[in-house]
C-alpha cells in the first residue's frame, strides 16, 4: 500500500510539474502572443476579453495550483518524515495499537521513493532503534521491531533471556564475550496475554533503555525459529549487511528469531515520535464502526525509546 502510494505521489508530481512547464514554457507566450494581436487590432479591448483570451485551461490551472504541494508532500514524505499507525501488539509497552508515529527517512540513508535505491548514505542502525523496514517475506508490508543484531553479532535466545556477543572490532585483539543483556524487572500485571499477567522488564541495548514484555508462562516456541547453518536453535550470527530485529513484546511477536534477517536494502527509517494516539475500543455491538475511535491518549505523545 505504501510502496503504491509513493508511485502515485510521484506520478501526480511528475504530470502536474509537466503540465505546469509546457504552459510556462509554451502555452503561456502563445496566449500573451494572441493577446497583443488582439490589442493591435483593438487598442481598447476590455478587460474581460482580454482575461478570457489569456485565461489558462482548468486543467493546467489545477496542476499549476497542485504541483508545489504535491512536491512538498513528496519530499517530505520520501525524505524527511512520513507518517505510520501502529496496527499490532508486538512492540508492546513501547508501542500500543492505535499510535500514529512519526518515521525519520534521512536515518539510514536517503532512498528514491519508488525504487528504493540509495541515492545518500546518511548513517546506519543502532541496536536499541525502533526501526520500520520491509517485511523481507513481502515487501509490500511494512513491520516495525527493534534492532537488536547488528552486522557480524552473534545473538542468543534462550529461555526468554537475550545474549548478545558483538562482532569482533577491526584492530582489536581480542573479541567481545556473549553476555546476557541486562535487564530490570519493573512490574507484573500491567498487562495481559490470554488472562496471564504479563512481567515488565526495562531492558538496555547499547546506548538505549527500553521496556519489554514477558509472558513468563508461554514456552519458547523453537520449532518455528529460523534455522541458520548448523548453529544450535536460538543462535543466530548476523551476516554482513542484514539486521536481527525483535519486537518488545516478546512473546508475541514474529521477528528475525522465526523469519531471519533484515536486509539493510529493506530499511525504510527510525522511529522517532507518536504524534497523536487513539483508543479502539468498540465492539461489534456498539452502533458505531469499530474503526470510529473511542479517546485520544494525549499522555503518549511525545519521542519514542
Known sequence: MAANFSLILVLVTLCSGLVWMADALFLAPKRREKLAMAQAVDAD?????????????????????????????????????????????????????????????????????????????????????????????????????????????RIVYRNKQLYLQPACVEGEKTCP????????????????????????????????????????????????????????????????????????NRDNSTDSRFWGFVPEENLVGKAVAIWISFEFDRTKADLLPTWIPTGVRFNRVGGIT
Open 45 to 153: 479591448i476590455s478587460e474581460e476579453n482580454a482575461e478570457k483570451i489569456t485565461r489558462e485551461s482548468a486543467f493546467v490551472e489545477t496542476s499549476r495550483s497542485i504541483f508545489p504541494v504535491i512536491a512538498f508532500v513528496l519530499i517530505l514524505r520520501s525524505f524527511i518524515y512520513e507518517p505510520f499507525q501502529i496496527p499490532s501488539g508486538s512492540m508492546m509497552p513501547t508501542l500500543l495499537v492505535g499510535d500514529f508515529i512519526l518515521v525519520e527517512k534521512f536515518s539510514y540513508g536517503l532512498k528514491d521513493p519508488v525504487w528504493r535505491s540509495q541515492l545518500v548514505e546518511t548513517g546506519k542502525p543502532e541496536r536499541g532503534d525502533s526501526a520500520v523496514f520491509k517485511y523481507p517475506e513481502d515487501p509490500r508490508i511494512d513491520y516495525i521491531k527493534r534492532v537488536v543484531g547488528l552486522p557480524g553479532d
Open 177 to 248: 564475550e556473549l553476555k546476557p543483556v541486562a535487564r530490570v524487572g519493573v512490574n507484573q500485571g500491567e498487562y495481559s496475554q490470554n488472562g496471564v499477567p504479563l512481567t515488565r522488564y526495562t531492558e538496555k541495548l547499547g546506548e538505549v533503555s527500553h521496556d519489554i514484555l514477558i509472558n513468563p508462562q508461554r514456552p519458547d516456541p523453537i520449532g518455528y525459529y529460523y534455522r541458520e547453518g548448523k548453529l544450535p536453535v536460538g543462535e543466530f550470527i548476523v551476516p554482513e549487511g542484514h539486521y536481527f530485529m525483535m519486537g518488545d
